[in-house]
T-cell receptor, first 111, second 114 residues
């Protein structure tokens, strides 16, 4: 099946810093999503981005489908950005609709 | 619409007991998914429904696990004869097809088997 690798596994920032999280995937995809899992376990959908670039406030994401990677940018980080960030992909075909998740990036933002 | 709802939020059970979880998806979503997440890992796919039809089951879903989605609305996930290895967060999500605008997850049910 498709493999999803996220880097870095852990990231510690001071409030106000910028960061870039990376997601590499091993095959073509028809869906890619970024999620933020808060300390209570809730997975919040940040972006649905199978290709191209999207922005939402301090967050933006870019997926280069032909090169099989996606980036999540967090600017001017805040303590509330802390949590685990997951990239998840849907490889389509017989796996259509099923998301395969990476291992996540644990982000800690200190005040 | 208040999103995807899961009940209960937490469940502690003794090994060997049966447990059932419920998921209410976003009403206009025709797809419903179950995932399991253990500590330090990303969620893993268990099964999904399109309307009332169960279209795929993961190899992770042993014979002790069963899921239903009667009438294509809410879904239940039952675990029979629970084992300590079943302790995990069970996550439900829904999406709409065609169009595939992405998943919305519920808050999950955290199961602890003692």
């Amino acid at each position: 099946g498709i493999q999803v690798e996220q880097s870095p596994p852990d990231l510690i920032l001071q409030e106000g810093a910028n960061s870039t999280l990376r997601c590499n995937f091993s095959d073509s995809v028809n869906n890619l999503q970024w999620f933020h899992q808060n300390p209570w376990g809730q997975l919040i959908n940040l972006f649905y981005i199978p290709s191209g670039t999207k922005q939402n406030g301090r967050l933006s994401a870019t997926t280069v489908a032909t090169e099989r990677y996606s980036l999540l940018y967090i600017s001017s980080s805040q303590t509330t950005d802390s949590g685990v960030y997951f990239c998840a992909v849907d490889a389509g075909g017989t796996s259509y609709g099923k998301l395969t998740f990476g291992q996540g990036t644990i982000l800690t933002v200190h005040p | 619409d208040t999103g995807v709802s899961q009940d209960p939020r937490h469940k502690i059970t003794k090994r060997g007991q049966n447990v059932t979880f419920r998921c209410d998806p976003i009403s206009e979503h025709n797809r419903l998914y179950w995932y399991r997440q253990t500590l330090g890992q990303g969620p893993e796919f268990l099964t999904y429904f399109q309307n009332e039809a169960q279209l795929e089951k993961s190899r992770l879903l042993s014979d002790r696990f069963s899921a239903e989605r009667p009438k294509g609305s809410f879904s239940t996930l039952e675990i029979q004869r629970t084992e300590q290895g079943d302790s995990a967060m069970y996550l439900c999500a829904s999406s709409h097809t065609p169009g595939n605008y992405g998943y919305t997850f519920g808050s999950g049910t955290r199961l602890t088997v003692v």
